[in-house]
């Protein structure tokens, strides 16, 4: 199969499964968004902290991609068998650590996000309830992983797309009161909870419950990866090489993670209208990330396992193919969300204000679309080779010396608001390429063009 069709068949269900995903946030926002803006305000001002802790437990999970790989690309399936065995075991204990943490730690968190405190307890309330399912929501990251790593990616597309349906349907039933709608002129009665924001918890708990059972099913069916009669016993042969790639991948999203839950800290004390225009315009951002997101899973994988063959053709193959189809697809992308953004904007919210606060921080954003696509596709490519240390150094610059003291001075010492915060994280962008462009030229991403040994999977 030539090249590019490789890319695609492994890109597309990754992106129908982001854009299923993002899909259901835009309706999860919009539903909740019609209760009003303290609702919208009580979801989205935890949304930082859910993005921490999900990308930290997506972090241990790419050694593990790393891995299998570059295992099933050197032809040895049981090694990717044994890795797929010590997954588990990472499974079991982050689901059990971020459970505690999460949990214990739920009455606090809108207080350090500075919620304003006439919803701090309801934010409080939405923050437990959906973590009680953090064991299944782990399996779904990490079994997620493992199953792409082995070129799998429409078993987590389907599960995905299964688990944003409920999510949905239980929204319909558990948000609103029972109601009448007319449907072809007809009255039609709808049962319904009323539980308002908690209803929109309770069915994202369950919805992640089943997405997690599924997957772990999906895994152990698996006839490559399955972990069936693979000891879950700490290995330090394959955990070793795994947390060499890892934890640098983790600190760097921890650190980049805690950086956003400062940045969405400062922008929460700007007021309810900038955390709510702030939140919508992230949620509706999140659609035009898609194609970067996708592909940079195909980049993972292939790179993976072109260097487990030690092919250092396919390799540069690779990189001259996935770096001008992202730039096109995020062209394309950023163009559509400059024009769409008030329209979009206005999905979630009535307020004008909120709308047109919103859709300039969006317009601005649009511009940085093919930069931050190209560094995305690189970090993946990085990551499928093991080299996770210079994009943890890349990001962490970029978050805390460019747009946290950028923000801080902007917003808390020069008065400035949303806009001005939202130029910051611009400029982050901007250095990202910048950083990657250079190791792209040089060449440094790839094991197979140096002579350094600074592989930690060979």
Not at 114 to 120: L, Y
Not at 213 to 241: E, F, K
Request: glycine content about 8%; charged content about 10%.
């Amino acid at each position: 199969m030539p090249l590019l069709a490789v890319i695609i068949s492994l890109a597309w269900p990754t992106m129908l499964e982001q854009l299923m995903q993002t899909a259901v946030q835009y309706i999860d926002t919009a539903m909740v968004g019609a209760l009003g803006t303290s609702a919208t305000a009580a979801v989205g001002a935890t949304g930082t902290i859910n993005w921490l802790i999900g990308s930290t437990v997506s972090a241990l999970s790419i050694g593990f991609l790393a891995f299998i790989a570059k295992a099933l690309g050197a032809g040895d399936e049981a090694g990717a068998k044994k890795a797929s065995g010590q997954a588990v075991l990472a499974t079991l204990l982050a689901g059990a650590l971020f459970t505690g943490l999460t949990l214990s730690l739920a009455p606090f968190v809108p207080v350090w996000m500075q919620v304003d405190p006439t919803i701090q307890s309801l934010a409080a309330e939405y923050f437990f309830i959906l973590y009680i399912p953090m064991l299944p929501r782990a399996a779904s990251t990490i079994f997620g992983t493992v199953l792409r790593a082995a070129g799998d990616t429409k078993t987590p597309m389907k599960i995905g797309i299964f688990v944003n349906l409920i999510n949905v349907a239980l929204n319909f039933f558990l948000i609103y009161e029972t109601r009448t709608v007319l449907l072809f002129s007809r009255p039609i009665l709808i049962p319904g909870a009323g539980m308002g924001v908690i209803g929109a918890a309770v069915a994202s708990a369950i919805a992640f419950t089943f997405g997690g059972v599924a997957i772990t099913v999906a895994l152990w069916r698996h006839p490559r990866i399955s972990p069936r009669g693979q000891s879950i016993r700490p290995d330090m042969a394959i955990l070793r090489p795994c947390l060499r790639v890892s934890l640098p991948n983790m600190l760097q999203r921890f650190g980049t993670s805690f950086g956003y839950v400062a940045f969405a800290s400062m922008i929460n004390s700007l007021g309810e209208v900038a955390t709510a225009a702030h939140t919508i315009a992230n949620t509706v951002e999140s659609a035009f990330y898609i194609p970067g997101y996708g592909m940079q899973t195909a980049a993972a994988t292939l790179t993976g396992n072109a260097y487990g063959a030690r092919d250092g053709q396919r390799m540069k193959q690779l990189a001259a193919l996935l770096m001008p189809l992202e730039i096109l697809l995020m062209i394309v992308s950023g163009a559509l969300l400059f024009f769409l953004a008030p329209p979009l904007v206005g999905l979630f919210s009535q307020s004008d204000e909120v709308i047109s606060l919103g859709s300039t921080v969006l317009r601005m954003v649009a511009l940085s679309e093919p930069f931050f696509g190209f560094s995305i596709v690189m970090e993946g490519m990085m990551q499928g080779v093991g080299k996770t240390r210079a994009p943890m150094v890349y990001n962490m610059v970029g978050m805390w010396a460019i747009r946290i003291l950028g923000t801080l001075l902007c917003t808390q010492l020069l008065s400035g608001g949303l806009v001005a915060a939202w130029a910051c994280m611009i400029l982050h962008n901007l250095f990202l390429f910048f950083a990657y462009l250079i190791c792209y030229l040089r060449r440094s991403w790839n094991p197979l063009h140096t002579t350094k040994a600074d592989v930690p999977l060979s």
